[in-house]
């Protein structure tokens, strides 16, 4: 029987950093993709780091250079827009950078039932969180397979494993980034890159707010048992990824409430999930 490919076998899918790699990170102004950025560095990876906020970027890039002694660089970029993500590769070609990990991190909700949606903002995230994904990984993965080098981590969400009443286009856009991401790995498998996807449960960043909500709205609508810390979750995710594993689901609690919630009956669970939902309590017409 012939041996598996060496990261898997050795359970390091992390490629070693050389002075021309880097990591492109989406998301990378605050919460969980600032905080990947700084365990990416921390174990001596260059860092590009993505977003639309270039003020927090250049902060954040400052930061992990003085701190670590690695590269980091900001690409400023909206990622609903198609052309700006075109540019990423082109840029980093530019800079003589070679994309050795790609963490699709970016992305936000809306709240509220769909018939009270906003279209733009539907669509604004359906671009961020699912077109984007799919086009980064187009443009990034055939030169990591050519390379036999590569490592991807896809952030989707404990939403991923039941729909989401209140958010329903926010937890279906997750369950495509996990779906998505694990064919995407199944593929690759022996081609020298992996595929992570991170899970989080509720998280201490500015995801709340970017949706409208107060800090004690969110911390009130799930126990505090589920909620970690942006860092922890960053450090687990990192973890996952050098050991080349499928997918992450950080904390006890968030992995035994996404079992529950993928194999319970759905007919059971979702009545329920509408009933505690705050965006469709507080204003239920
Ligand atoms: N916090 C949670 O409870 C939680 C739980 C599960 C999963 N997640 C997922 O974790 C990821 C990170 O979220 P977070 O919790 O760290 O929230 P966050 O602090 O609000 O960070 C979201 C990041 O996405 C970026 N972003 C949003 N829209 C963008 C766009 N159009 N173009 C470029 N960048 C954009 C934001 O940057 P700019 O605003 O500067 O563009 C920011 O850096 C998201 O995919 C989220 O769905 C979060």
């Not at 930061?63 to 198609?82: F, K, N």
């Not at 505090?224 to 810390?229: C, T």
């Not at 080349?244 to 999930?273: D, E, T």
């Amino acid at each position: 029987m012939r041996a598996p490919p060496l990261p898997y076998a050795l359970g390091m899918a992390l490629p070693t950093p050389k002075d021309n790699t880097t990591a492109v990170i989406t998301g990378a102004s605050s919460g969980i993709g600032a905080e990947i950025a700084r365990e990416l560095t921390r174990r001596g990876h260059g860092v590009t780091l993505v977003a639309r906020r270039e003020d927090r970027l250049i902060a954040l890039a400052d930061e992990l250079s003085g701190a670590h002694r690695v590269r980091a660089e900001v690409i400023a970029a909206d990622l609903t827009d198609a052309d700006s993500r075109a540019e990423l590769p082109v840029q980093l070609q530019e800079r003589g950078l070679t994309p050795d990990i790609l963490v699709n991190n970016a992305g936000f909700t809306t709240m509220g039932p769909v018939h009270r949606a906003e279209r733009a903002a539907e669509l604004a995230l359906v671009r961020t969180n699912v077109e984007a994904v799919v086009d980064l990984c187009t443009l990034f993965v055939p030169g990591m397979v050519t390379r036999h080098r590569g490592a991807v981590l896809n952030t989707a969400s404990t939403a991923a494993f039941q729909p989401l009443p209140g958010q329903a286009g926010y937890g279906a856009s997750k369950a495509f980034v996990l779906s998505y991401s694990r064919a995407l790995g199944a593929e690759l498998r022996g081609k020298g890159v992996t595929v992570t996807t991170l899970c989080p449960g509720p998280v201490e960043t500015g995801f709340a707010e970017a949706a409208g909500m107060t800090d004690d709205e969110a911390g009130e609508a799930l126990p505090k048992i589920m909620w970690l810390p942006a860092a922890d979750v960053a450090r687990a995710a990192v973890d996952g990824l050098d050991a080349g594993r499928a997918v992450v689901i950080p904390g006890a609690a968030n992995r035994a409430a996404a079992s529950l919630a993928h194999l319970a009956p759905k007919s059971w669970i979702l009545p329920l999930m509408v009933r505690r939902h705050p965006a469709l309590t507080q204003n239920p017409t």
